[in-house]
């Protein structure tokens, strides 16, 4: 059993990197917006309570995140473990996951603003299937459609300048001390998430003395 957490700003490849792993080692992946995106688009009450927040790139309350992932553990589907993305995200999230689970490993994604930004602003997604495409480096075959499922791909609703600046001013102060706490109790892996996708899965392996993929 292995447990994992991704840590990253927004680009860094924390939903990309952590589908490789999670499909290699039978681990589940679980992003926390993956599951607000899905309660927005479905409208459902938690759905209404987190959209403004999300789509002005301000961090949902502690409360309501710790409830979810509370709750999505405690469906115990991940016999081989799991890989955490976008949670925890400020000092007291962290405290709360590491009184509840022992972690293997925290796997860091260290990119800067400027990348961010540039990645960040050429992010497509599918309205569909939620796949990710990226108009620089993993552009869809057909402008504008999914490959998956033939889709709409469509600009994520907080994928804009003035959302990316806050969302990079709450990751660099609140993210950032949660990693110093998660380095005193736990294994941190710091990756340089410029690279290719393959060239940072190989160095994240690396790091977790994982073997090559498969
Ligand atoms: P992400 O897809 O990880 O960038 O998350 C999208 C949005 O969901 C964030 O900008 C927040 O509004 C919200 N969110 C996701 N995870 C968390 C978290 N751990 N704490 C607070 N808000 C979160």
Redesign the pocket.
Known sequence: MRKYVIIGA?GSG??TQSLLLARDLDLVHI???????WHVQNHTKLGAQ?RR??A???????D??EGV?RDRLEQHDWNYGFII??????RR?AEFFLESYDIDGVIHLDLPDAEVRRRVLARRLCSRCGMDYNLIADRPTQEGRCDVCGGELVT?E?DTEE?ITE?LR?YRAKTTPILELFGRKEYVVTVDATPSIESVQATIRDGLRLPAPR
Do not use: N, W
């Open positions: 927004q924390k939903g992003s926390v917006g993956d599951i607000f995106r987190v927040t999300m002005a790139g301000e961090l949902v309350g502690d309501l995140v992932v993305d976008g949670f925890p995200r400020s999230q994520r907080d959302s969302r709450h």
